[in-house]
């Protein structure tokens, strides 16, 4: 399926053919900083859908918005219209992607984007972001988090300028430094086995939560994409959730991490 393809099938072409989007060639240092939203990576996007689809994704929590909100509302859309309820599984929160940013404006932008149709699958939510301490280390986290459990975490942000606050006169404001996320962290052991986190870049925040995460994970980098994935893979908990694994998420077929 080509990306026009994709952006048909899940009937949002016309939003992106109608948005004027923004392409330009940024410098290293001016990308850290520039305003604009950046013109969407279809392959990027593709491959988020094809992630839902796969592996039948329930709820989604979303760090940083834009593009990839559209699309993970309108593939949940789909999730739902191919299977109906999930009330025989512990999914409260059915195909429902809860984003959070802490930038007004790109809220506004992405929530916006939302067909009238697709706007029940998705919710924004807006938070400030603090530097911490994780561990004795230096790290960043949002201060509001919506109550769920995502089988599907996608880190998209924060931007390192969008930080607040410091620890010891030290934070990320500084160009040669980077973004160091510690919210997976924090939610580790409430998360369920097949749990997926999927991370846009960000390699050095990538290994932070590699070298601290306390389960068995598995992981795999995709360098054509720069993206990172990690797959929660774990005995399921029990009853329930036998059944979730069984005739959800593996109903299509039993996929593992390198088809990601």
């Not at 709820?59 to 219209?81: M, P, R």
């Not at 029940?120 to 561990?135: A, G, H, P, T």
Request: aromatic residues 12%.
């Amino acid at each position: 399926m080509s990306s026009n393809e994709f952006l048909k099938n899940l009937n949002i072409e016309s939003v992106f053919n109608a948005e004027n989007t923004v392409d330009e060639e940024y410098l290293v240092n001016d990308k850290l900083t520039q305003v604009n939203p950046f013109k969407p990576d279809l392959s990027e996007l593709k491959s988020l859908h094809n992630l839902v689809t796969l592996t039948n994704r329930t709820t989604i929590l979303e760090f940083g918005c834009g593009w990839s909100s559209l699309v993970f509302a309108a593939s949940l859309a789909k999730q739902e219209l191919m299977h109906g309820t999930l009330d025989s599984y512990r999914r409260n929160n059915p195909f429902h992607c809860f984003t959070v940013d802490n930038n007004k404006g790109y809220l506004d932008i992405s929530a916006e984007r939302i067909p009238a149709a697709m706007k029940k699958y998705i919710s924004f939510n807006f938070s400030e972001v603090e530097m911490e301490s994780w561990n004795g280390r230096y790290a960043h986290a949002y201060l509001s988090i919506p109550l769920m459990n995502p089988d599907l975490i996608y880190i998209d942000a924060p931007g390192q300028h969008d930080v607040k606050g410091s620890i010891n006169g030290f934070n990320i404001s500084h160009n040669d430094l980077m973004p160091m996320s510690c919210d997976i962290l924090k939610l580790e052991h409430f998360l369920t086995p097949l749990t997926i986190v999927v991370i846009d870049g960000r390699a050095a925040n990538a290994r932070f939560i590699k070298s601290n995460l306390q389960r068995s994970w598995d992981y795999r980098y995709c360098k054509d994409r720069d993206q990172h994935f990690f797959l929660l893979n774990e005995d399921s908990l029990g009853k329930y959730q036998d059944e979730l694994i069984k005739n959800h998420y593996y109903k299509d077929s039993s996929w593992t991490i390198e088809d990601f």
